[in-house]
């Protein structure tokens, strides 16, 4: 018997219809001779309306607190137990848990909590009962403190994740709105098309560069056991992606086709509108100049992602450093540096929150040295200008303006024969 761990999204979840239809897969998959633990987001958009309610009472952003996370944990709780009844009123038998008792302990960050230890004893119990077993994403319990705590937005990706690999699952199916991982983002880029198989390498870059179809830690922590990951949609029976794990060893696959025999050259096209770009104009070109600034940035918990320095040649002696960041935390960088700006001795700081981020992402392209050009000619062709550049071995980051994004993603799926011939279909959701 193999044991199976499904995660819907908010989406799928979105209303009594669609926990009807959830439900009806969820006894299906158990019909089919399978033990079944599941994993439910808010139903829809819950969690931004929770969000928005707080932030409307206190007439502040409230910032992630042991509050906030305590409110937004509602969210699951509900979708948990609606979908238990409802699987239950289909004949089969289900009971839902909280996060903390289904044994997920996490540091006490509040917002943005790391599991520290996951004790499924409870859900196996369960399961070995002949109950399916639901469990509210998103959401685990400081031990130290007993407080609720959320893992950040999308973080039921990783709830599911970190069960199945707890559990030894056979595999992790993550169910949203459309059909698998796509090259592009099907609600910006039409004939994106779906990717069959995905490396978790690329899948990484993909989630770590604005794909939102996996939390990044997801793809982190299934890598990291061995873990298959199946995305696809719960609107539709068509098979999604497997995400391959590195060691084909690893890897439970029933299905040897389930691996290509070559890697195609690019596996999609992502974007971000999450970040801002700042610059410190003028900083003194000596050593420990960049060590002050990163120094303060890291006391204060600002995370970086591109970083860049330049010496401008018509000033002597200064540089220009900047780097990018997502814009939840431009505020408290520009705040930061201000303060220290006699110390640092700069000149002035430029914030800018008008942009966009473009990855392309293959794991071909390491030996493959003509992606670049093509990449850019792309960009030139689609009149995109580029502000800053970044690369990893499987991947090209460009950053744009933001009204220019859209059109560079589709300039570059385009350019790299990455359309199909008809068009994505997204089945629900409001992309929000
Ligand atoms: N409901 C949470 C969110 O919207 C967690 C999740 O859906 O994964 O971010
Ligand atoms: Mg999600």
Redesign the pocket.
């Known amino acids: 018997m193999s044991l199976i761990v499904q995660k819907f999204?908010?989406s799928s979840v979105a209303d009594a219809d669609g926990i009807k239809r959830v439900a009806r897969r969820i006894v299906d998959t158990q019909k089919a001779g399978n033990d079944v633990v599941v994993v439910v987001?808010?139903m829809g958009d819950?969690?931004?309306e929770l969000l928005d309610l707080a932030e409307e009472a206190t007439n502040a952003v409230p910032g992630p607190s042991r509050e906030l996370d305590m409110l937004l944990t509602a969210?699951?709780r509900i979708s948990m137990a609606v979908l238990a009844m409802t699987v239950n009123s289909l004949g089969a038998k289900a009971q839902s848990f909280t996060g903390s008792q289904a044994g997920m302990i996490t540091d006490g960050v509040h917002g943005s909590a790391r599991l520290v230890e996951v004790n499924p004893d409870r859900i196996q119990k369960s399961v070995d009962e002949d109950h399916i077993a639901i469990v509210a994403?998103?959401q685990g319990m400081n031990r130290q403190t007993g407080d609720i705590t959320t893992l950040g937005?999308?973080?039921?990706?990783t709830t599911a994740v970190a069960l199945a690999a707890a559990m030894d699952a056979d595999v992790c199916e993550i169910y949203s709105d459309v059909d698998g991982v796509f090259t592009a983002d099907p609600r910006i880029v039409p004939s994106a098309r779906k990717l069959d198989t995905v490396t978790s390498e690329e899948m990484l870059e993909l989630a770590a560069n604005g794909a939102k179809i996996l939390?990044l830690r997801s793809v982190e922590y299934a890598r990291r056991f061995g873990l298959k990951l199946h995305v696809r949609s719960s609107f539709s029976q068509l098979d999604g992606t497997i995400v391959l794990p590195d060691n084909p060893e690893d890897f439970k696959f029933e299905n040897l086709k389930e691996i290509p025999l070559e890697q195609p050259l690019i596996s999609g096209v992502a974007h971000d509108r999450s970040q801002a770009k700042v610059t410190v104009v003028g900083v003194p070109d000596v050593p420990g100049s960049a060590a002050k600034v990163f120094g303060l940035l890291n006391e204060a918990d600002v995370n970086l992602d591109m970083i860049v320095q330049n010496v401008p040649t018509d000033r002597p002696n200064v540089t220009d450093i900047t780097f990018t960041l997502d814009q939840a935390q431009g505020g408290k960088a520009v705040e930061v540096l201000t303060n220290h700006k006699a110390e640092l001795g700069f000149a002035e700081v430029q914030y800018n929150d008008s942009i966009g981020k473009l990855s392309l992402v293959g794991a071909g392209m390491k030996a493959n040295p003509g992606i670049s050009f093509k990449f850019f000619d792309a960009l030139r062709e689609a009149g995109v200008n580029i502000e800053m550049i970044s690369t990893s071995e499987i991947r090209i980051s460009v950053i744009t303006d933001i009204e220019k994004l859209d059109e560079a993603v589709q300039a570059v799926h385009t350019a790299f024969d990455l359309d199909a011939e008809g068009e994505a279909t997204v089945y629900g959701g409001t992309g929000r």
């Open positions: 999204g908010g987001s808010a819950t969690t931004d969210g699951e994403g998103f937005r999308g973080g039921s990706d939390h």
